[in-house]
């Protein structure tokens, strides 16, 4: 067992100051020491290569970097699942009870971690909130900002539609409110294509203001869109079928 171990300690971090390593979580490019046999490591391995102990967080570790992907609107769903597959095995806590606590300590950061970015990450939406975010606007932040931009007539059409909504609901009008939802999911869906545009823009470097803009409007109409769809499932569930 510790062999294989060894053997899946090869899987690396992505090599720090590569692009994808964004903004206020971008890592610095530096060797780092192991803190149990002290060899160099130069792309911050999740485990040792040499002694298997495993390695703490590194500072400004994105969710891609976790994963060892590239920070991508685009991501390979397969190999998504066998990063976490493999890098799981080698961190999870259950592995490390007997272990100093300073090693139990790093395998439950590094676990967190993992399943944080595999949650984030296989999910389109929440992809794109991240990328946002690494891009330096946190819409889950109240003070984003972006709700304010956004133009006064699509904040008055989404309380026109939220009352709409609520009036199906009094009235237990389940099918007006789905045939809502019908069109709010495609609303959403071009939604989330337009700010998917202005991220690869992004990440391709080069790309102005504008690009991010464009970015943090279209992901604030998916919010509203998406909590919109959310309450017509919850509509969904109290009048039954």
Known sequence: MRRELLR??????????RPGAIGDERRTDRTVECWNCQTELDDAPVVCPRCGKVQPVPAGATLFDALG?????????????????????????????????????????????????????RDRAARDFYLLKLH???LTREDSGTREDLPLAFLEEVMELREALDAHRGAGALEPARAMAGDVGRRRSASLAEAETALRQLLAGGAGPSALEAAGHALARVRYFT????????MEEALGP
């Open 136 to 138: 330096g606007r946190d």
């Open 8 to 17: 899946l300690s090869g899987v690396r971090g992505v090599p720090a100051g």
């Open 227 to 234: 909590r919109f769809l959310e309450e017509v499932e919850a």
């Open 69 to 121: 992907l590239r920070a991508a609107v685009d991501v390979d769903l397969a190999a998504l699942e066998r990063a976490y597959r493999e890098r799981s095995l080698l961190v999870h806590p259950d592995r490390f009870a007997t272990a100093q606590a300073r090693e139990r300590r790093f395998a439950l950061e590094q676990s967190t971690l993992l399943n944080d970015a595999y949650r984030t990450l």
